[in-house]
């Protein structure tokens, strides 16, 4: 397995038209991927005919490189998809918007699976279905370089969090601030938020902290982490029939070197450090 890294009431976005163009005739093409395996390895049931709907939110890059489904070609889970499609023998993929709120909520319907770097819990098993870990993940703390926050007074500080999200529920529960947490609906509000001064630190998935600040010309750092045991799955409709076959991809994609690869390509370079390198701090 790979190193650690990790549905708004309204849709931000509905189903887009395919997010890549085919041409009569033409053999499946999944933007910039190249994926692995064998076509038709596993058999999917999806909601349109030779098509893979996925429901993500973007914007989330590395993972997905784009701002919206039509000009999002590649990424780690975008070229993940690609390899679940290619592997079900399928020639087409829509990619679906949505909202963080509304993709975790469970309240959307019309995909067949969905990926936002999201980890399985026993409250989301509740409302859908999960595949294996296709990645590792911790909680990371991002601060403005040469912040004062340590591990020893950050319980003191002005978190940041996601809305909805897994290390939310972490923070305020586990951690237990004595200032009460600051929710955004997405990591650009969040990031925004640290960087004008209204929070003292932000946290969610090390990697995606790694991701969203690699780009900020060193005004903010990734300067801690907690080990949290979690992992990050492809998410399928609770019930859905296609879940022991997802599950199976992901397997072989892990044993085959697929993941790892994807992994090199698209986070990597974003992260601007080692994971490995960040401090693991007790709670």
């Known amino acids: 397995m790979m190193t650690k890294r990790s549905f708004t009431a309204a849709l931000l976005a509905t189903i887009a038209l395919p997010a890549i163009a085919f041409a009569d005739g033409d053999a499946p093409n999944f933007g910039n991927c190249a994926p692995t395996g064998e076509a038709g390895s596993i058999s999917l049931t999806t909601v349109e005919p030779d098509t893979l709907i996925v429901a993500t939110v973007l914007p989330n890059p590395g993972w997905w490189n784009g701002t919206s489904p039509e000009d999002?070609?590649?990424g780690f889970e975008y070229c993940l998809a690609a390899n679940?499609?290619?592997r079900a023998g399928l020639k087409?993929?829509?990619?679906?918007n949505l909202a963080w709120d509304q993709f975790i909520g469970g309240a959307a319907t019309g995909y067949d699976i969905a990926m936002a770097s999201a980890a399985a819990t026993d409250k989301r098993r509740e409302v859908f279905d999960f595949s294996q870990n296709y990645f590792s993940a911790n909680l990371g703390v991002a601060t403005?370089?040469?912040a004062d926050v340590t591990a020893e007074n950050l319980k003191d500080k002005r978190i940041g969090v996601l809305q909805g999200n897994l290390g939310t529920d972490w923070v305020i529960n586990t951690l237990k601030?004595?200032?009460?947490?600051s929710q955004y609906q997405g990591q650009p509000e969040m990031v925004a938020a640290l960087m004008a001064d209204q929070v003292d630190a932000i946290m969610t998935d090390t990697?995606?902290?790694?991701?969203a600040t690699s780009?900020?010309?060193g005004a903010l750092d990734v300067v801690g982490q907690y080990n949290t045991g979690w992992g990050v799955n492809v998410i399928t409709p609770k019930g859905s029939v296609n879940t022991p076959a997802v599950d199976a991809a992901v397997g072989e994609m892990v044993a085959d070197g697929t993941l790892n690869g994807l992994s090199a390509t698209y986070l990597t370079p974003l992260f601007g450090k080692d994971p490995?390198?960040?401090?693991?701090w007790a709670q």
């Open 177 to 181: 601030p004595s200032v009460e947490v």
């Open 84 to 86: 679940i499609a290619h």
């Open 276 to 280: 490995n390198a960040i401090p693991m």
């Open 144 to 146: 403005k370089t040469g």
């Open 207 to 211: 990697t995606l902290l790694l991701t």
């Open 72 to 74: 999002t070609l590649d």
């Open 215 to 217: 780009g900020t010309n």
């Open 92 to 96: 087409h993929m829509k990619l679906m």
